[in-house]
C-alpha cells in the first residue's frame, strides 16, 4: 500500500508543476493549451477578452498547482515519517477540494469571457 501511496502523492507533485507550466505559458506567451479550458467545443480564439481569460486564470491556477505540488509532498513526507502517517489522508483531501475549485474557476471564466 505504501507504494501506491507514494505513486498517488508523486502523480500530485506532476499535476501540479505540469498545471503550473500550462498556466504560466499561457499567461506569458498567449499559447493557451485546451486542457486549461476542458470545454472540447471551444476555443481559445472564440474568447472575447483573451487578455482578461488569462489574468483571471493565472492567479488561481497557480494556487491550484501550488496545493497539488504542497499535498504530493505532504504524501511523500507522511509516507516516510510514520507519525504523519494521517496526513496522507489530508493529502487527498486537498486534491479533491483542489480538483473542484479549479473546475470552478473554469467554469467562472468560461461564463466571464467566451
Known amino acids: 500500500m505504501d507504494r501506491v501511496n507514494s505513486i ?35 476555443q481559445f480564439e472564440d474568447c472575447r477578452d483573451k ?6 486564470l493565472f492567479p488561481r491556477g497557480l494556487i491550484c498547482a501550488a496545493a497539488l505540488v504542497i499535498s ?7 509516507e516516510s515519517v510514520k507519525t504523519l502517517a494521517g496526513y496522507q489522508s489530508i493529502s487527498m483531501i486537498v486534491m479533491i477540494i483542489v480538483f473542484f ?3 470552478y474557476i473554469v467554469r467562472t471564466a ?3 469571457y467566451y
Open 72 to 78: 504530493g509532498v505532504l504524501g511523500i513526507v507522511s
Open 110 to 112: 468560461m461564463t466571464k
Open 8 to 42: 498517488i502523492s508523486y502523480t500530485y507533485i506532476l499535476l501540479g508543476v505540469y498545471l503550473a507550466v500550462l498556466v504560466i505559458r499561457a499567461r506569458f506567451t498567449g499559447f493557451v493549451n485546451n486542457a486549461l479550458i476542458w470545454d472540447r467545443t471551444k
Open 51 to 56: 487578455d482578461g481569460f488569462l489574468r483571471y
Open 101 to 103: 475549485y479549479y473546475i
